[in-house]
């Protein structure tokens, strides 16, 4: 949940221990109550949505953006790839093998 708030500034190193520390109270809380863990754990995105002044949000409180447009690993030309194999029915040895892979 910090990694992407951290990579566009809104969390700093400041704000990590808080953030650790409601990590360890959202694991340790797993173990002993998983109704309470719920708000425990939320806790955390709470924390990142407080300290980031709401940035992103809209009126309704949501989250209008994809956030996966920020992940790393998410490249949106190979998502188009993965979903054209996802829905089609070929084995995966045997798409490999079509395309001249293996």
Not at 21 to 34: F, G, H, K, S, T
Not at 54 to 78: L, Q, S
């Amino acid at each position: 949940m910090w990694v992407l708030p951290q990579a566009l500034n809104f969390l700093d190193d400041m704000n990590m221990p808080q953030v650790q520390a409601l990590i360890r109270n959202c694991q340790e809380e797993l173990y002993v109550d998983m109704v309470q863990a719920e708000d425990t754990c939320a806790a955390i995105m709470d924390y990142i949505v407080y300290v980031s002044g709401e940035v992103g949000m809209d009126d309704a409180g949501e989250f209008p953006y994809d956030a996966r447009i920020f992940g790393y690993d998410w490249d949106p030309a190979e998502q188009i790839v993965k979903d054209y194999f996802a829905e089609t029915n070929a084995d995966y040895t045997d798409i490999m093998t079509a395309i001249h892979v293996i």
